[in-house]
């Protein structure tokens, strides 16, 4: 059984950074895609950024130059720096990764994200 596990959620106030780490541990396939999703409270979950084993990656446009996202292949882990956040960006983030077509898919639990004075 795979399990992800996020940390690195918290507290922020505006143009603070924070970086949430999501470890992948069980009988983990060949991860292909790795990315991190956002919901807001009464809003859908929204793709914050992904990338792939061949280093490619893709940010939502709301979070350009602020976000990044790296993956550490060799420890199924990745990895969302978050700078000069602003309070649209308080949600639960998860974190995701899949092996190529989708065909085994995990998800985190989620952690919370909280950018207020």
């Known amino acids: 059984q795979v399990q992800l596990v996020e940390s690195g959620g918290g507290l922020v106030q505006p143009g603070g950074s924070l970086r949430l780490s999501c470890a992948a541990s069980?009988?983990?396939?060949?991860?292909?895609?790795m990315g991190w999703y956002r919901q807001a409270p009464g809003k859908q979950r929204e793709t914050v950024a992904s990338?792939?084993?061949?280093?490619?990656?893709d940010y939502a446009d709301s979070v350009k130059g602020r976000f990044t996202i790296s993956g550490d292949n060799a420890k199924n882990t990745v990895y969302l720096q978050m700078n000069s956040l602003k309070p649209e960006d308080t949600a639960v983030y998860y974190c995701?990764?899949?092996?190529?077509?989708?065909?085994?898919?995990?998800w985190g639990q989620g952690t919370q994200v909280t950018v207020e004075d």
């Open positions: 995701r990764m899949s092996t190529w077509g989708r065909q085994n898919d995990y």
């Open positions: 069980g009988m983990i396939f060949y991860i292909y895609h």
């Open positions: 990338t792939t084993r061949g280093g490619s990656t």
